[in-house]
């Protein structure tokens, strides 16, 4: 499976951001696909996520309300739409695919099997 991240730039803060990310090759629908961020000298963390094939979704709770993550199946695409931009937004975003199971899916790390090659998103206050 290869996954290409796309739609990352500058923006001021308070403004919005839709980043995409193409799914190709044998994907065998996974479990779900998510988004991640790392920020300079930071882990990278878990910010966003949805069932490949449902519509359960789920979000870190300090993007709660700003970021939507969506998908398009047919076109083995992925959104995650962020708006009301913050200065600590600012980070590389990455998107991944889980193959994991059960509820807790998207917060086991091992199930989280492959990623992108992330994209810049710098938010100036």
């Known amino acids: 499976v290869q996954l290409q991240a796309s739609g990352g730039g500058l923006v001021q803060a308070g403004e919005s951001l839709t980043l995409t990310c193409q799914i190709s090759g044998r994907t065998h629908g996974p479990a779900g696909v998510g988004w991640f961020r790392q920020a300079p000298g930071k882990d990278r963390e878990f910010v966003a996520a949805?069932?490949?094939?449902?519509?359960?979704?789920y979000y870190k709770d300090s993007v709660k309300g700003r970021f939507t993550i969506s998908k398009d199946v047919a076109k083995n695409l992925a959104y995650l739409q962020m708006g009301s931009l913050k200065a600590d937004d600012s980070a590389v975003y990455y998107c991944a695919v889980n193959k994991g199971a059960g509820p807790l899916w998207y917060q086991s790390k091992p199930d989280w099997t492959d990623w992108g090659q992330g994209t810049q998103v710098t938010v100036s206050s």
């Open positions: 949805a069932t490949w094939m449902g519509s359960s979704k």
